[in-house]
């Protein structure tokens, strides 16, 4: 099994930014797709960004591309994303995930528990 532990959320004003972070533990022989998702209070889950497992390919949501970068952290098996410009919109839970391939919107083997993002206005 592999467990995801995020940090890094917080409050910060509208324009802001904030760094979030996840590392795995547990089963971590293998490199894994890692990537973002986000959940808005009432509103269902959305991915919002992913690296590849092999070459550092990256996806994002159309709505945070050229604003996050998704990145690998020196250790293997870690994420990044880096967010900025942010906005109120931007206010969510967002999910750590990874996969054995890579993760997209339809394919993630394991999830972190959440870490809160507020964009004040």
């Known amino acids: 099994q592999v467990q995801l532990v995020e940090s890094g959320g917080g409050l910060v004003q509208a324009g802001g930014s904030l760094r979030l972070s996840c590392a795995a533990s547990g089963r971590t022989d293998s490199t894994y797709g890692m990537g973002w998702f986000r959940q808005a209070p009432g509103k269902e889950r959305e991915f919002v960004a992913s690296?590849?497992?092999?070459?550092?390919?990256?996806v994002y949501l159309k709505s945070v591309k050229g604003r996050f970068t998704v990145s690998r952290g020196n250790a293997k098996n870690t994420v990044d994303l880096q967010m900025n410009s942010l906005k109120p919109e931007d206010t969510a839970v967002y999910y750590c995930?990874?996969?054995?391939?890579?993760?997209?919107?339809?394919?993630?083997?394991?999830w972190g528990q959440g870490t809160r993002v507020t964009v004040s206005s």
């Open positions: 995930a990874a996969a054995n391939n890579r993760v997209t919107q339809w394919t993630v083997d394991y």
């Open positions: 690296i590849s497992r092999n070459d550092d390919n990256t």
